[in-house]
């Protein structure tokens, strides 16, 4: 590596040190080598092309799928004194040809746009003049049919880089290759994802047509997140609970549907949490502006819908929720990388009800052949996920095809034994585990759950009636119960070994335990399921305080006694970064991290040069907020108690 990327590393971006893989990536980009790196959220993929982007002559050009990331990284970039624009469709006319214009004739170091943008016809006469060093491909699992969020527009990417002039297109290099008739290198192309399995790797070197790429693979291992999983039962209360946890933190809850994206916000902020809604049915400018508020702290929360990608790179997201089940482990692996980028510890909590499937798989009904089945494939992973009583770390970096290698992580609801997981006390449901077996058996061991609990709840439906079940005498003796209540006992019963399940089709069968259970009268005790989500008129009477169950984690990374020196200087330091973040017009940790404020405060620095050694704290930073900094840990003390 050379020694102007360690430079820039330190003297720009204020690290000590790259982090794991970083350096091979970034030898390879200075090379001109193409390469294919994956790499977990929050594990530092955009430094890949912005280090290179100061140590290479000629234009960095990253591929993006969302605006608001182009836009964000753009402020942080040019807060750091790096010449980045964007070109994308919120731009007036004057506003394109201005940053195009500057990209083609060589004043740029970055210029982020979408493939769609690559691709237009606008595009062509700037491209033409620019002279490109890189061209970085971000969220590239989009380009692969076998990714879990592909985009046909970025199929044209291979394409579109054939035509890019690599760095000395023109002068020398063009005249020793004229002279040769030989016709220059194609531009090196960076591919980054956060998820890719090897089937999509395979397709993204095709599709982006990489040479003999470096492939380098992370650990897919995010051990600051605090991953669990809880039987879905008064949702808000539950995320109540868990966002009383941070009071200083961030959090984001992401939905099934739009509809549900607005209530849930608005349930929120009824019961005290401010939120927002955000999703691909609001208008652009309030979408916006809701994202903006929550970047800058104005809000505490973002309720999402999972189908709209939420481009917000924003570190310190403490809490993420899932509100409903993901479709895939994919989804649910790179939307929980949103929280705690920052590397400070963080929770993501999946609250899991069986009704989810059965929502998931009717908005699966139209697919046909190999989507179909690719389709159901993910969500079976997904309930593999939701149901296990494994680690669940070791349990989602094996679907990556990673080896967790520890028997417990001792991060995850499993390993920690948390009282308010799937790991819950158990009761005494015999007389209902007696109603669903016997239902099983009746029905003629044929069916899946669905159909059984149709029956159990006495249900009308065409096939019931078609089959005769409705003449059953287990047919409507399960109405003290809710469907979901029911789905979710079959699939306990399944794991204790009371029921088979036929992985193709979902027949439930007895087991020799169950049939061992009737013979004997054995009791059967499991996770009482939780009743469905309560009306919004029963919400509102619950306590404003969140419901009772235990303590899910530490607020923050350090926690400063009362009174201290040391709780002084964060408060200080808390007041100025959002007084200096408003004059500025940019977004609290865009003037200096959580990392960087708790490392601020542990080594009270008293001038420059021990400012430097602050995380996070380069030559630009330390110029313009320096003093200020210095000043506020001056004002307040600076001994240990």
Excluded at 69 to 97: D, K
Excluded at 386 to 405: I, K, P, V
Aim: glycine letters at 8%; a neutral charge.
């Amino acid at each position: 590596m050379s020694q102007r990327a360690r430079a820039v590393l330190k003297e720009v971006f204020g690290y000590d040190e790259f982090r794991p893989l970083q350096e091979r990536i970034i030898d390879a980009a200075e090379a001109g080598r193409d390469a294919l790196a994956v790499m977990p959220t929050g594990g530092g993929k955009s430094l890949c092309y912005q280090v290179p982007a100061l140590t290479l002559k000629g234009l960095v050009l990253v591929v993006s799928p969302l605006i608001a990331l182009m836009r964000e990284q753009v402020a942080f970039l040019n807060g750091l004194g790096i010449e980045a624009r964007v070109l994308n469709s919120t731009l007036s006319p004057e506003e394109w040809r201005a940053n195009a214009e500057a990209a083609a004739s060589g004043r740029l170091r970055l210029l982020y746009l979408a493939p769609e943008t690559l691709a237009s016809s606008r595009a062509e006469e700037f491209l033409s003049r620019a002279e490109v060093a890189l061209l970085a491909v971000d969220e590239a699992h989009c380009i692969s049919e076998w990714g879990h969020d592909f985009r046909p527009e970025y199929r044209i990417l291979g394409e579109i880089r054939k035509r890019l002039k690599p760095v000395g297109y023109s002068g020398e290099f063009a005249k020793a290759n004229s002279e040769a008739k030989a016709k220059p290198s194609l531009v090196p192309c960076l591919a980054l994802t956060a998820t890719a399995t090897e089937k999509v790797r395979v397709d993204i070197v095709q599709q982006l047509g990489l040479m003999a790429p470096e492939i380098l693979v992370a650990s897919f291992d995010r051990p600051n997140i605090f991953l669990e999983v809880r039987r879905r039962a008064k949702a808000v209360d539950q995320v109540l609970e868990l966002a009383s946890s941070f009071p200083e933190g961030s959090g984001i809850v992401y939905c099934f549907s739009r509809a549900r994206a607005e209530a849930f916000a608005a349930d929120l902020s009824e019961r005290g949490l401010s939120a927002l809604p955000y999703h691909a049915g609001l208008p652009d400018e309030q979408r916006a502006s809701n994202q903006d508020r929550f970047i800058r702290d104005e809000v505490r929360v973002v309720c999402a819908t999972t189908a709209f990608g939420m481009g917000i790179d924003k570190p310190d997201v403490r809490f993420l929720v899932h509100a409903d089940l993901p479709k895939s482990l994919e989804q649910y692996y790179q939307e929980v990388g949103r929280a705690g980028r920052d590397a400070l510890p963080s929770r993501a909590l999946l609250l899991f009800a069986y009704s989810d499937a059965m929502k998931i798989r009717s908005l699966m009904a139209e697919r046909e052949g190999a989507e179909a089945l690719a389709a159901e494939a993910s969500l079976r992973a997904m309930l593999r996920y939701a149901e296990s009583w494994r680690c669940r770390r070791a349990t989602l970096l094996e679907h990556f095809d990673e080896d967790y290698g520890q028997p417990s992580c001792g991060s995850c609801d499993v390993c920690s034994g948390a009282p308010t997981g799937t790991a819950a006390a158990e009761e005494d449901v015999t007389t209902q585990a007696y109603k669903l077996l016997s239902c099983v058996k009746r029905t003629g061991e044929r069916y899946g759950a669905g159909h059984v609990v149709d029956v159990l709840l006495g249900s009308r439906n065409e096939r019931v009636l078609g089959l005769g079940h409705s003449e059953l005498s287990t047919w409507g003796i399960g109405k003290e119960w809710a469907r979901a209540q029911w789905l979710d006992l079959a699939a306990q019963l399944s794991r204790k070994g009371y029921l088979a399940k036929d992985e193709d089709f979902g027949v439930l069968s007895l087991t020799p335990k169950a049939l061992a259970a009737f013979r004997d009268r054995s009791p059967i005790a499991a996770v009482p399921p939780p009743r469905p989500r309560p009306s919004k008129a029963e919400a509102s009477r619950a306590s404003a305080a969140g419901g009772a169950g235990a303590q899910v984690g530490a607020a923050k990374a350090v926690t400063y006694p009362p009174g201290s020196p040391e709780a002084a200087r964060e408060a200080a330091l808390r007041s100025l970064r959002r007084r200096l973040a408003e004059e500025s017009h940019v977004p609290n940790y865009m003037i200096f991290s959580d990392r960087t404020l708790y490392d601020l405060v542990a080594k009270s620095p008293r001038d420059k040069a021990s400012l430097l050694a602050v995380f996070g704290m380069g030559e630009v930073k330390a110029d313009k907020f320096g003093h200020a900094i210095l000043e506020a840990i001056a004002g307040t003390g600076r001994e240990s108690p």
